[in-house]
């Protein structure tokens, strides 16, 4: 499989931002995503069945109530994959040849709409790919239920495809400050508390 949004010149993996356009190479036209909400779930791996009811819905669930939080916009396409599937794109994109628990791409660049009533509204969109194997086990490892991890891993997705970073010590606690308030929201056990701050969260 490639990401919807494969043919952004920059695309953002787990908070990567990088150009992987070789210069001097046109890409084509730049996807937009469509205007209002599109959610576009896909479960290729039957295991995330096994983990949780109806995953396909948690997914809308976690995605929406991000958006609502941050007020944006746009069309999310989330896939629930496997490792196999999720480390041939972080190879692919990142050369780095291991799975990981979620990759984000995000469409570029983002767009500021105008409405019939005169005001306007943030265009954005993005792919967001989580690993089973590696979040079950992330998971475990940490505690807390698959289905509570991936909420936080796609609350995480979705700060991504709005400008959030964790590059910086500062950036990151200001993501994690986001992911824990969304969550809560949510009624979701705060994925950092009593954990040391990245140990068993989002990956870094």
Request: proline share 7%.
């Amino acid at each position: 499989m490639e990401p919807r949004s494969r043919t952004c010149p920059v695309p953002s993996v787990d908070g990567a931002h990088e150009d992987t356009t070789p210069a001097g190479q046109d890409d084509g036209p730049v996807p937009q995503p469509p205007f209002g909400d599109d959610i576009d779930v896909s479960i290729t791996e039957r295991r995330w069945h096994r983990a949780m009811p109806n995953p396909a819905r948690e997914v809308q669930r976690a995605v929406r109530a991000a958006m609502r939080e941050l007020d944006v916009s746009g069309a999310v396409t989330v896939v629930l994959a496997d490792d196999l599937t999720v480390r041939r794109l972080n190879h692919l994109h990142r050369g780095r040849n291991k799975p990981t628990n979620v990759l984000t791409f995000e469409y570029a660049p983002a767009d500021y709409a105008p409405t019939d009533s005169g005001s306007g509204i943030w265009l954005w969109g993005g792919d967001i790919i989580l690993a089973f194997a590696t979040v079950e086990r992330e998971a475990r490892a940490a505690g807390r239920s698959v289905r509570n991890h991936m909420m936080h891993l796609l609350v995480h997705g979705v700060l991504h495809l709005s400008g959030y970073d964790h590059h910086h010590a500062g950036d990151a606690r200001a993501m994690e400050m986001e992911e824990s308030r969304i969550l809560g929201r949510m009624g979701i056990p705060n994925p950092w508390k009593h954990r040391g701050g990245r140990e068993g969260g989002a990956a870094r």
